[in-house]
């Protein structure tokens, strides 16, 4: 459609855009120019009046240690989780993509977590993780093994998170991942074979370069997904919790809303929280985007 | 040789299958057993049911029926508002997803919306929090069904428009180009022709926004409190009332986690593609 001919100006597909562009539009960027705007503002909830206060909420982050201290532990979260959760993906992928008995009832249990409410999976850390009687922590005494503070060390809690996060989106990778070892022409692997190619030498010459466009989608989607997490630290961690162990940027910047509810330093938080993750976000999609066309 | 190898092989791959499914399986299996053991087997490690403790449906049933008018409330709650902010997606998705793969724009090429809706689903949900807090309370609608089904159905929005988009350009063009020679208009060819042509695509990509819908909690811990509080939401405030009774968390847990993971079994040939907004084909 669309030939040669001279069209109007606005046609009906125009009209059918334009309705969902104006819809997220409207719901979506005009609440965070809003945003963008009050971030200027000294806005407390219950105080009458406020004023515009030019760059004071953005340095005061700056100053903040607790700031600093939620950056570092966002980013060792996301550090500790992503690779890990790359690396287990593939690997199941490359187990799954073998011929074998049951597998589609093996992929339907690890669709589970993908589907799975993150707060469930909170509260599920809460009854395995319970330090006093929870299942892991009784298996570990059953072995004769020391009882992990999971959710009480300052330490441990950090990675409790990764622990959950690679619970939730492990499976995430291995689909996409197994979806991309399916593309792959079966041609290749019989030539390998038959040139006597070991397993581990068709992986790297053949599986893993074949998986580069699954392998910057998954990145790119678990890297900014998990500097986003929330649930899991808020939930499980009561509040990014022991103390400001499990503090990420979400929720740091939620505290500051609406525990103190200082709308306008929050909102100048979450500008800054909302570059860096556009920031690493424009690195991939620049690739991705031909993946579109 | 090579049959020995591959035996060796075939029973690696199956014990390395089986030790990933039983770490993915671990806690959903401890909540299912949880839920049926009784107060006194609440801390003994036992997962057989008749073997190692006793096993009972009376927590099942206290949730659900005896005591259960606060789960129930959110149960319904979390189905209205993912049908009904499904519903909006999806069909703001048909115009936008039939515009795109059947119109050349021109200012605005067609990759540069793409890309535009493809970036709002990254956008971080707490950067828009604040502001949107703001509106809803402004605007008196703070604990409404209609607050959370606006933000819901606007957010999930790229899942819809880019991977029905994807549907709509695997469809042979001549059939809507015949359409139109006969005369018949483009929302006609849309809606009488197209849609029904990818019906199971919208039905996975329904189903998909659905479930985000169903699982999503800050804009809905934020925004509700009593009326229209969802199934997670209800759930995160299970902890406070009810502390360490972990069996009436396991139910409730397992009532917030059934009906979307019972829905994605239906859709397992869509997922791929729609968790990665059409980027990976299935």
């Known amino acids: 459609m669309g030939g040669r001919v001279v069209k109007p100006k606005f046609t009906v597909y125009h009209l059918f855009l334009a309705i969902p562009v104006l819809y997220a539009l409207s719901l979506v960027i005009f609440p965070l120019v809003y945003s963008a705007a009050i971030s200027f503002t000294n806005w407390k909830l219950g105080i ?86 929870g299942p892991i922590n009784g298996y570990l005494k059953l072995l004769g093994l020391q009882p992990i503070s999971w959710r009480s060390s300052a330490t441990m809690a950090p990675w409790t998170v990764v622990i959950w996060d690679v619970w939730e989106w492990t499976p995430f990778c291995f689909l996409i991942f197994l979806a991309g070892i399916q593309a792959i022409p079966r041609v290749y692997y019989e030539a390998a074979e038959i040139d006597g190619a070991s397993g581990f030498q068709i992986f790297k010459s053949i599986t893993l370069p074949m998986l580069k466009y699954p392998l910057i989608t998954v990145t790119m989607f678990r890297l900014v997904d998990t500097l986003k997490i929330f649930e899991i630290p808020f939930v499980l961690m009561a509040g990014g919790g022991p103390g400001i162990a499990t503090e990420v940027q979400s929720v740091y910047i939620y505290k500051a809303g609406f525990r103190g509810f200082q709308f306008g330093a929050a909102s100048a938080y979450s500008m800054v929280f909302l570059i860096i993750v556009m920031v690493i976000m424009m690195i991939f999609i620049r690739r991705v985007r031909s993946y579109y066309a | 040789m090579p049959r020995r190898t591959s035996i060796l092989k075939t029973a690696a791959i199956y014990i390395g299958i089986l030790i990933f499914v039983a770490f993915f399986f671990f806690p959903i299996l ?116 209609i607050a959370v089904i606006i933000l819901h159905s606007a957010f999930f929005l790229p899942y819809s428009v880019l991977v029905l988009r994807d549907a709509f350009k695997s469809l042979p063009r001549e059939i809507e180009e015949a359409a139109m020679v006969d005369g018949a208009s483009p929302s006609t060819i849309l809606w009488r022709i197209a849609v029904p042509l990818i019906a199971p695509a ?58 979307p993971v019972i829905l994605a079994l239906f859709i397992q040939r869509y997922i791929v593609s729609g968790l990665t907004l059409g980027a990976i084909k299935g």
């Open chain 1, 48 to 133: 009458p009046t406020y004023e515009f206060v030019g760059l004071r909420n953005y340095i005061d982050e700056f100053h903040d240690y607790r700031f600093w201290n939620s950056l570092r532990v966002t980013f060792l979260i996301t550090a500790g989780a992503v690779p890990v959760e790359i690396i287990l993906g593939l690997i199941i992928a490359v187990l799954m993509s073998h011929q074998i008995k049951l597998r589609g009832f093996f992929r339907s249990i690890l669709l589970i977590p993908l589907f799975t409410s993150p707060v469930a999976i909170a509260l599920m850390g809460e009854v395995v993780m319970y330090e006093a009687g």
């Open chain 2, 30 to 145: 401890w909540m299912i057993v949880t839920s049926i053991k009784l107060p006194r087997d609440m801390f003994s490690l036992g997962v057989l049911p008749f073997i190692q403790f006793e096993p009972t449906l009376k927590h099942w049933h206290s949730e659900l029926v005896t005591v259960g008018a606060e789960n129930r409330h959110a149960l319904i709650n979390s189905t209205i508002i993912g049908l009904s902010s499904a519903t909006i997606s999806t069909v703001l998705g048909i115009l936008a997803g039939y515009a795109l793969a059947r119109y050349e724009f021109k200012k605005w090429k067609n990759i540069d919306i793409i890309t535009w809706f493809l970036s709002l689903r990254f956008l971080p949900a707490i950067s828009v929090a604040i502001p949107f807090y703001i509106l809803v309370k402004t605007a008196g609608l703070l604990d409404t069904h």
């Open chain 2, 202 to 259: 919208i039905v996975a990509v329904f189903i998909l926004l659905f479930s985000f819908s169903w699982n999503e909690f800050l804009f809905a811990f934020l925004l509700t409190s009593k009326v229209a509080v969802t199934m997670p939401v209800h759930i995160a405030g299970s902890v406070t009332t009810i502390g360490v009774l972990f069996y009436t968390l396991s139910v409730r847990q397992l009532l917030a986690i059934i009906p």
